[in-house]
């Protein structure tokens, strides 16, 4: 019977060793991917919550000073850890032309790398956006920087091919008239 529904150039060539080895090798992939009852099924829940205590000592902390305006319009705070981190700050509401609630703020921070070298960074952030000045970071080429002579053997180039092209293209004058096609 299903010999007969396979096409002529199929039945000849069926093997029954080879139906066999077929049905062997399904029932082999099946049970290997069946779950194993000595092996935990894969969890898909959310992580378990991470102790961020480590075996290195926290820093105590040397100073922390916080103030805030009355009507919090403005805020300044300063901390110092034992290890060296050092970071201040102070911010004040942006009132004329801003989002509501903007603050300009302007800071310092400041720790030693593990090579030894003190960082230091000062920022202010406003309707400017956040400028960072630092030693520390990477700072962008002049421009204009120089462009390489094949990049100007390129657009060369391209003018000479524009113009030629805009010579040998059929020229027609305009026509002062709209007329059906």
Same mark, same amino acid.
């Not at 060793?17 to 959310?46: H, M, N, Q, T």
């Not at 040998?168 to 007329?179: D, G, I, L, V």
């Given at each position: 019977?299903?010999?007969?529904?396979?096409?002529?150039?199929?039945?000849?060539?069926?093997?029954?060793?080879?139906?066999?080895?077929?049905?062997?090798?399904?029932?082999?992939?099946?049970?290997?991917?069946?779950?194993?009852?000595?092996?935990? +099924?894969?969890?898909? !829940?959310?992580?378990? &919550?991470? #102790? =961020?205590?480590?075996? /290195?000592?926290?820093?105590?902390?040397?100073?922390?000073?916080?103030?805030?305006?009355?009507?919090?319009?403005?805020?300044?705070?300063?901390?110092?850890?034992?290890?060296?981190?050092?970071?201040?700050?102070?911010?004040?509401?942006?009132?004329?032309?801003?989002?509501?609630?903007?603050?300009?703020?302007?800071?310092?921070?400041?720790?030693?790398?593990?090579?030894?070298?003190?960082?230091?960074?000062?920022?202010? +952030?406003?309707?400017? !956006?956040?400028?960072? &000045?630092? #030693? =520390?970071?990477?700072? /962008?080429?002049?421009?204009?920087?120089?462009?390489?002579?094949?990049?100007?053997?390129?657009?060369?180039?391209?003018?000479?091919?524009?113009?030629?092209?805009?010579?040998?293209?059929?020229?027609?004058?305009?026509?002062?008239?709209?007329?059906?096609?």
């Amino acid at each position: 019977m299903f010999e007969e529904e396979m096409p002529p150039q199929f039945r000849d060539g069926l093997d029954v060793d080879v139906s066999r080895e077929i049905i062997f090798a399904c029932l082999a992939v099946v049970s290997l991917a069946a779950p194993r009852p000595d092996k935990p +099924a894969p969890s898909y !829940g959310a992580p378990a &919550q991470r #102790s =961020f205590v480590s075996s /290195a000592e926290v820093p105590a902390i040397l100073r922390d000073d916080r103030q805030m305006s009355d009507d919090a319009s403005s805020y300044n705070f300063a901390i110092e850890t034992e290890d060296g981190i050092q970071r201040e700050e102070f911010g004040s509401a942006i009132d004329s032309g801003s989002a509501e609630g903007a603050v300009a703020q302007s800071g310092k921070i400041s720790f030693t790398l593990p090579d030894g070298q003190q960082f230091e960074m000062t920022f202010v +952030a406003d309707e400017n !956006g956040f400028q960072p &000045q630092s #030693s =520390f970071l990477p700072v /962008a080429p002049e421009f204009p920087h120089p462009i390489p002579q094949f990049v100007l053997d390129q657009i060369e180039k391209a003018r000479r091919e524009d113009e030629e092209a805009a010579r040998s293209a059929p020229r027609s004058a305009p026509s002062n008239s709209y007329q059906a096609p």
